[in-house]
């Protein structure tokens, strides 16, 4: 079955560690997209990406970097530089970058000890 | 800049009774509008859209959504609520502008939907 894939579902980390977060889909879409959702904020965009070699900043990316070197994969590592990591992450694809949904894997949820 | 609205942080409706959650928009350019739903500790799922066109949307699961552009709102609908249907509802925007591209994917805060037996 076609769909994106998150890794680790649960990561813990100590303060100061670097952490890299997973994302991998097959359904053949260009544009993939990094959230991170904390309790009554609903989602906020980190970064996303329309193509391969490519990748533009959201609304929060300071302490988070990324690479997009393969159209299947797009991970997010989260530096020590990020103040406040503990958050659950979601990462998407859509095909149409303008009008096309977002298809969304199942999360990381990590907590920084 | 483009923004979402949703006003309740959470809608209580007895099983078998009409719902409706709220969510009101402000973009500079033609809206592209999404609703999803989530499940807990589960990723998003997309329900329906409005890109053009009718400006009622039927989606998944008997949920429905009209787009009022004078109010600029896109109030998620169904008319017989189930007990399956609590979970986290997530209004979303795209701001399309009138030179082309667009901005990423802006959520709404997320509503709670109660489903009491």
């Known amino acids: 079955d076609g769909g994106i894939t998150q890794s680790p579902k649960y990561l813990f980390r100590k303060e100061g560690q670097n952490v890299t977060l997973s994302c991998e889909q097959n359904?053949?879409?260009?544009?993939m997209y990094w959230y991170r959702q904390d309790p009554g904020q609903g989602l906020r965009l980190i970064y996303y990406?329309?193509?391969?070699?490519?990748?533009q900043k959201g609304d929060i990316a300071e302490g988070y970097s990324v690479s997009r070197e393969k159209k299947e994969s797009f991970p997010l590592t989260v530096t020590s530089a990020q103040k406040n990591p503990t958050a659950f992450y979601l990462c998407?694809?859509?095909?149409?970058?303008?009008?096309?949904?977002?298809?969304f894997g199942e999360g990381s949820r990590l907590t920084v000890l | 800049a483009q923004s979402v609205a949703q006003p309740e942080d959470q809608v209580n409706v007895a099983e078998g009774n009409p719902l409706t959650v709220k969510c009101t928009y402000s973009?500079?350019?033609?809206?592209?509008l999404f609703w999803y739903v989530q499940y807990p500790n589960r990723g998003l799922q997309f329900l329906l859209k409005?890109?053009?066109?009718?400006?009622l949307v039927k989606g998944s699961y008997g949920f429905e959504a009209e787009f009022n552009k004078s109010q600029t709102s896109f109030h998620l609908k169904k008319p017989s609520a189930l007990v399956s249907d609590s979970a986290l509802y997530f209004c979303?925007?795209?701001?399309?502008?009138?030179?082309?591209?667009?901005?990423?994917?802006?959520f709404g805060k997320g509503t709670h939907l109660i489903i009491q037996p």
């Open positions: 998407a694809s859509s095909e149409q970058v303008t009008t096309g949904e977002l298809f």
């Open positions: 409005y890109i053009t066109g009718d400006n």
């Open positions: 973009v500079s350019g033609n809206p592209y």
């Open positions: 979303a925007v795209r701001d399309m502008k009138s030179g082309g591209g667009a901005d990423g994917l802006t």
């Open positions: 359904l053949n879409h260009d544009a």
């Open positions: 990406s329309q193509i391969v070699n490519d990748f």
